[in-house]
């Protein structure tokens, strides 16, 4: 079955960096293009970066335009998250994500937390 697990996250000040990772099995990670979202409390799911399934194409998120970088590593079946500068209003639960013939699966997520 398909599986995603996040992983990487934590609290961090202001200006700081984290960088996520999500592992994947179940599928053939190579044909799929993977997305990050984000959740923060009592707001609703938003995209911050996709990429395809070769790694050619990439796009964020105008929040997280110049401070993310989305990657992966078809070789690892991993997918990441790179994210500089952060800043409080990045604080949120992350998460993986995959859509497989119109399914969309997900992680368990991961935190992060931004604040001095």
């Known amino acids: 079955q398909v599986q995603l697990v996040e992983f990487g996250g934590g609290s961090v000040q202001p200006g700081g960096s984290l960088r996520l990772s999500c592992v994947a099995s179940?599928?053939?990670?190579?044909?799929?293009?993977m997305k990050w979202y984000r959740q923060a409390p009592g707001k609703e799911r938003e995209l911050v970066a996709g990429?395809?399934?070769?790694?050619?194409?990439?796009d964020s998120a105008d929040s997280a335009k110049g401070r993310f970088t989305i990657s992966r590593d078809n070789a690892k079946n991993t997918v990441h998250l790179q994210m500089n500068n952060l800043k409080p209003e990045d604080t949120a639960l992350y998460y993986c994500?995959?859509?497989?013939?119109?399914?969309?699966?997900w992680g368990q997520g991961t935190q992060v937390t931004v604040s001095s």
């Open positions: 994500n995959v859509r497989i013939w119109g399914k969309d699966y």
């Open positions: 179940g599928f053939t990670f190579s044909r799929y293009s």
């Open positions: 990429i395809t399934s070769d790694g050619g194409r990439t």
